[in-house]
């Protein structure tokens, strides 16, 4: 069983407010991702992180940033939530190819 | 065209059915494939993965690769009302060893097992 983490589980916050989702994995693996997901809809990568002081954007551009200073730690940050930021944000860790994920930032932005 | 293609479903079967679910995809660098199950409101969580063509099992479930056609299966033996979930393939290429890998998701199939 993957071993990674994301708080908050559900965050419900205004308009303009700046707002950091967490993930962290203890599994030591190196590669982290970012995934944007709307109820019924795929997933779009949104950021990617090969290692320590690595980041990359993904697929899907997104008004987010990230920071990798810590092996396991790989959090995401809006600077001013919008209502159109609202979805789940999906946290994914990778070893040797396979990805798991965490639970999900359900995010509301009213 | 997408890389990968799913149907999205839904697919209602009855319980202890076979269930077949399928990708096709056109991208001849995909080297591994993946099967996740999604739960409503919750993260994918792996369910098989495999590099070659053929068919690899595991308990009710069996993942099935064809390179030549593109095509991608998963079936599931017996199905139980717990297996409703959504199913999403996932195929991952290499770019370069040890380097980024690039994974490729299906838009995902709901399935629904019906007592």
């Known amino acids: 069983e993957a071993d990674i983490y994301q708080t908050p589980r559900y965050l419900v916050i205004g308009t303009g407010k700046k707002i950091t989702l967490e993930c962290s994995q203890t599994m030591g693996h190196d590669k982290m991702y970012w995934y944007q997901q709307d109820p019924g809809m795929e997933l779009h990568l949104i950021h990617y992180s090969y290692g320590v002081n690595s980041t990359e954007k993904g697929d899907l551009s997104s008004e987010s940033t990230v920071s990798r200073i810590r092996t396991e730690h790989f959090p995401l940050t809006l600077e001013s939530a919008r209502p159109s930021h609202t979805s789940q944000y999906l946290c994914?860790?990778?070893?040797?190819?396979?990805?798991?994920f965490g639970p999900g930032t359900r995010l509301l932005v009213l | 065209q997408k890389e990968v293609e799913q149907d999205p479903g839904p697919l209602s079967v009855p319980e202890g059915a076979i269930v077949s679910l399928n990708c096709t995809y056109s991208?001849?660098?995909?080297?591994?494939f993946m099967w996740y199950r999604q739960y409503s409101r919750k993260g994918p969580e792996l369910l098989m993965y495999t590099y070659s063509s053929g068919n690899k099992e595991d308990g009710r479930f069996t993942a099935q690769v064809d390179k030549s056609s593109k095509y991608i299966s998963l079936f599931i033996r017996d199905s139980q009302p717990s297996d409703s979930a959504t199913y999403l393939c996932a195929l991952g290429e290499k770019r370069y060893s040890g380097g980024y890998q690039k994974v490729t998701f299906g838009t995902g199939t709901k399935l629904q097992v019906i007592p």
């Open positions: 991208n001849s660098a995909f080297q591994y």
């Open positions: 994914a860790s990778a070893g040797i190819e396979t990805q798991y």
